[in-house]
């Protein structure tokens, strides 16, 4: 496996999506939830504070001072100990009333989180609309490409393995900041999404929605032969009897795919949709609706499913010509293409327009 993944390309776009358009994104679903004003406010005088450190201890100055709220450390349990990183945008007040959302990301092979974040710019984003973000590490003693162990058994499981470490720091990270327990959500590339996926299904009490970027469905693998089967889109039937184990309550899911991906088959993203709506007998109450649209300078396809309320519980997208990198990430980063949907723009705005009532599974 470890000599497939150091054969991956990195691949890049050529051009990079607007600020202004990733923030129309987000405040459109911050609209639909009634969140925007209360939002905007903090974003804007967040961004002003900014600007005027900018413009009176220059750049460098301000550079410094993000590093200061992007800080390292590390969490144990019997299950071994990893690091992790925490951006913490300048809008936090420990004393104020309200509470921040936590997004939790998770980084694919080779990465770090100093690269993840670089290449999904979410501190940004972060800092622009006042949540807290969570970057596990893992280790090379835990897996030799840094990848997210998500094809072993012992690593699928609740309270086990690197399930219960990125479940613990994040309930860490929830107990030491004001973080509002009905939103925190986790999100990953390639090995970093198929841990998310178990995430979402190993602990749905703490995380209320996952966003998978190139992944792979829960328990979609046993061990290292059955990981490459599945990475082209070859399951084996621990797929199917794992369902057996799982919650009973939909896990709000959206889902990005490149359809020129050679690491990881497209197949995986429609896999991942069956598994999600096989949850409970919530599917035959959602309406599908498939839409073709372009931004960014590439076509995408675009399926989503409705409850009866019209909230958008799961969305699919088919980006044309993407191939195994973070749609519309940033340069900066590796794995990232430039070009089409900003993956993290549409994360957030489907993380934020999902209804206050949709609570993690108690």
Known sequence: MDSMLNGIQRRSGESQQSHSNISATILQALNVAGLSPHVSAVAASSTMGINDRAGTSGNAAHENDRSERFTTHSFSNSAGSRSYKLYVPHSYDATAKR????????HGCTQS???????????????????LVLYPAQSANGNGSKCWNWFRTEDQLRDCGEPSLIAGMTQEVARNFRIDDRRIF???????AAMAVILGETYPDIYAGIGIHSGLAYAAAHDAPSAFRAMQGLHDATV???????????????????????????????????????????????????????????????????DQAGHTMIECWSIDGAGHAWSGGDRSGSYTDSTGPNASAEMLRFFFALPQSQAPVR
Do not use: C, W
Not at 99 to 106: P, Q, S
Not at 186 to 192: H, R, T, V
Not at 282 to 305: C, I, M, N, P, W
């Open 99 to 106: 509470t921040f959302a936590l997004i939790v990301m998770l």
């Open 113 to 131: 989180p100093d690269d993840f974040a670089a290449g999904t710019q979410m501190n940004n984003l972060a800092e622009k609309h006042g949540f």
């Open 186 to 192: 986790a999100a990953g590339l390639s090995a970093g």
């Open 240 to 306: 199917e009897s794992s369902r057996n184990h799982r919650h009973t309550t939909l896990m709000p899911t959206i889902i990005f795919h490149g359809n020129r991906d050679t690491t990881v088959a497209e197949k995986n993203a429609g896999i991942i949709v069956q598994h999600v709506l096989a949850t409970d007998g919530s599917a035959t109450s959602l309406s599908k609706v498939q839409s073709r649209g372009e931004a960014g300078g590439r076509g995408f396809d675009r399926t989503v499913y409705r």
